[in-house]
């Protein structure tokens, strides 16, 4: 029993150190066009996305019964299994955190999850009837709606204001980007801490100290809030870089309509109980945004890695769990190697990361090293600037020294 005790509360805090990279990996969600326009300072941004994600986490539990009592089948479950589970959830958003890319935190826990029940139980013990109608085809479905919703608000907010003043409007804009993004915070706070709730309500059924089909209880409703606050408020400033400046470059209205999009698609999810990946949604939305402007086009190199990592997330948190929860199965020295191997690695990637520090005092610096891409240039070429861009003045040209030889050599001196 206290073998068993121990596992759990592993388990547990394990949980919450998920939910801590969640938080960190995902405040791009919320905060990084909002930052990328300069409505709000990075510190103040990820300040009030962090409070939103804590109040969020009290708004439903519907995503997280999702996970609980729909994914897979709790009978077939041991704690061990959810240990892995969250090895490879961790282990794969700490990669992609380091390489800047937004990618999903909720199908990075769900395929660990995935991987390590088939690993242990079979793959009868996966529901999935429940993962292709509550989680694949919200994945594809989400940015599309997003995408197509924010283009659309962001040409008609353009089109109407055409004849409002140029600074009131840009203020206004502003305003209501803070007001979206705060939205945008509370929908993922509803979304992505309930992920952790279920999984922590998924151990304690498991480990026989809650009844099957429980809610999540109080203290881990609480918990999974603090951490995910927690984690937003360290700030994930490199793949904030990438979403409000690599992506698309974005004006106040259309980091406005982006933002509004994304939060009305991943709050309508979140009261279905489809465990929606909100880095989906707002990606879709950031370019369906940056599509939507006269002018606007978007970098179709890092919106391909980006999409990559969204088809490798599922598959390659599973493998990594499937592995862990092989390796747990030799017994409490298997355990404790994952362990290790997971402070390790974790240890590894931070290190790895201290070469280029990213962070709120130049979050919004860009590189402009990469090329602009086939498809990004010959959209630019054919649209025209947006209304009141000024020209851009033409390069004079000097005569160079050979230019200069030969127009001496055949001028006829005077």
């Known amino acids: 029993m206290e073998s068993f005790s121990l596992i759990l509360a592993i388990v547990v805090v394990t949980a919450l150190a998920f939910d801590f990279t969640n938080g960190f990996h995902d405040t791009a969600n919320a905060m990084a066009t909002t930052i990328s326009t300069g409505a709000m300072k990075p510190k103040v941004a990820v300040a009030m996305s962090a409070v939103l994600n804590l109040v969020g986490?009290?708004?439903?539990?519907?995503?997280?019964?999702?996970?609980?009592?729909?994914?897979?089948?709790e009978?077939?479950?041991?704690?061990?299994?959810?240990?892995?589970?969250?090895?490879?959830?961790?282990?794969?958003?700490?990669?992609?955190?380091?390489?800047?890319?937004?990618?999903?935190?909720?199908?990075?826990?769900?395929?660990?999850?995935?991987?390590?029940?088939?690993?242990?139980?079979?793959?009868?013990?996966?529901?999935?009837?429940?993962?292709?109608?509550?989680?694949?085809?919200?994945?594809?479905?989400?940015?599309?709606?997003?995408?197509?919703?924010?283009?659309?608000?962001?040409?008609?907010?353009?089109?109407?204001?055409?004849?409002?003043?140029?600074?009131?409007?840009?203020?206004?804009y502003r305003a209501g980007q803070i007001a979206s993004a705060g939205l945008v915070s509370l929908a993922h706070g509803t979304n992505d801490a309930q992920k952790t709730m279920g999984i922590i309500t998924l151990a304690l059924v498991a480990g026989g100290t809650l009844a099957p089909d429980s809610d999540p209880p109080m203290w881990v409703i609480l918990s999974a809030g603090i951490a995910i606050a927690l984690g937003t408020y360290l700030g994930g400033w490199r793949i904030i870089r990438t979403m409000g400046k690599g992506l698309t470059d974005l004006q106040p209205q259309q980091g406005f309509?982006?933002?509004?999009?994304?939060?009305?698609?991943?709050?309508?999810?979140?009261?279905?109980?489809?465990?929606?990946?909100?880095?989906?949604?707002?990606?879709?939305?950031?370019m369906g945004a940056g599509l939507g402007r006269k002018g606007g086009v978007v970098r179709w190199s890092t919106a391909t890695r980006m999409f990559v990592a969204w088809g490798l997330t599922l598959p390659a948190a599973a493998l990594v769990g499937a592995l862990a929860e092989y390796v747990t199965g030799f017994g409490a020295w298997?355990?404790?190697?994952?362990?290790?191997?997971?402070?390790?690695?974790?240890?590894?990637?931070?290190?790895?990361?201290?070469?280029?520090?990213?962070?709120?005092?130049?979050?919004?610096?860009?590189?402009?090293?990469?090329?602009?891409g086939v498809v990004t240039t010959a959209m630019a070429a054919v649209t025209p600037p947006p209304a009141g861009t000024p020209a851009e003045e033409p390069v004079p040209s000097f005569p160079t020294q050979a230019t200069a030889e030969r127009t001496h050599s055949t001028t006829t001196p005077v």
Do not use: C
Request: glycine fraction near 10%.
């Open 57 to 73: 986490a009290f708004l439903s539990v519907e995503v997280a019964n999702t996970i609980s009592k729909g994914l897979v089948d």
């Open 75 to 172: 009978a077939g479950i041991r704690p061990e299994v959810i240990f892995a589970a969250l090895v490879g959830a961790i282990l794969w958003n700490l990669l992609t955190w380091l390489v800047g890319l937004p990618s999903s935190s909720s199908h990075a826990l769900m395929g660990g999850l995935i991987g390590a029940t088939i690993a242990s139980a079979g793959v009868g013990a996966v529901h999935g009837d429940v993962l292709v109608t509550k989680v694949l085809i919200p994945a594809i479905a989400a940015p599309l709606v997003a995408g197509i919703a924010a283009m659309l608000a962001t040409r008609l907010t353009y089109s109407l204001g055409k004849k409002a003043d140029g600074e009131a409007s840009r203020k206004g």
């Open 257 to 286: 309509a982006a933002q509004t999009s994304a939060a009305t698609v991943i709050l309508a999810s979140s009261h279905l109980g489809f465990s929606l990946s909100t880095t989906h949604s707002v990606s879709g939305a950031v």
């Open 334 to 372: 298997g355990t404790a190697l994952v362990a290790v191997f997971l402070v390790a690695s974790s240890a590894a990637i931070w290190k790895l990361s201290r070469r280029e520090i990213v962070d709120h005092t130049n979050v919004n610096d860009t590189d402009d090293a990469e090329p602009a």
